[in-house]
């Protein structure tokens, strides 16, 4: 089994964000959570660990509708830029429109797209999809 020594999870909503970290960190897989409440923190925690590769997440999870910088937004800014290594993310979005997972498995790093909420199934699943 694929281990994931740290995830970050972008997430705006508290209650989604502490039962993702919460399903995180009950499987072996997930050692360390670190959780932003939209994309720009997320991104400058990137930027800060980009001159040490081992510090950047083995995987981001992702929502789409989120304030300030949104998960789009964080997609282009991602994909704008050249990290030290390669940093794969899973969507995890209540948007079921087709057009958004089109968009979303169109970035090179989207490594899956899933629907909330999460549950040890899914995060089996999303474990299953990665290794």
């Given at each position: 089994?694929?281990?994931?020594?740290?995830?970050?999870?972008?997430?705006?909503?508290?209650?989604?964000?502490?039962i993702?970290?919460?399903?995180l960190?009950?499987?072996?897989?997930?050692?360390?959570?670190?959780?932003?409440?939209?994309?720009?923190?997320?991104l400058?925690?990137l930027?800060?660990?980009?001159?040490?590769?081992?510090?950047?997440?083995?995987?981001?999870?992702?929502?789409?509708?989120?304030?300030?910088?949104?998960?789009?937004?964080?997609?282009?800014?991602?994909?704008?830029?050249?990290?030290?290594?390669?940093?794969?993310?899973?969507?995890?979005?209540?948007?079921?429109n087709?057009?958004?997972?089109?968009?979303?498995?169109?970035?090179?790093?989207?490594?899956?797209?899933?629907?909330k909420?999460?549950?040890?199934?899914?995060?089996d699943?999303?474990?299953?999809?990665?290794?």
């Open positions: 089994m694929k281990l994931f020594e740290l995830v970050y999870v972008i997430e705006d909503d508290f209650i989604t964000s502490k993702t970290e919460l399903y960190q009950q499987h072996g897989a997930f050692k360390r959570v670190q959780k932003y409440k939209n994309g720009q923190p997320a400058d925690a930027h800060r660990a980009s001159d040490q590769p081992a510090k950047l997440p083995d995987l981001i999870l992702l929502d789409l509708n989120m304030p300030v910088m949104d998960g789009w937004e964080f997609l282009d800014a991602l994909s704008a830029e050249h990290w030290p290594k390669p940093v794969p993310v899973c969507v995890l979005t209540s948007s079921i087709p057009d958004d997972i089109k968009r979303a498995t169109s970035y090179t790093a989207v490594q899956g797209y899933f629907i909420p999460m549950d040890a199934h899914l995060v699943e999303m474990v299953q999809l990665l290794e």
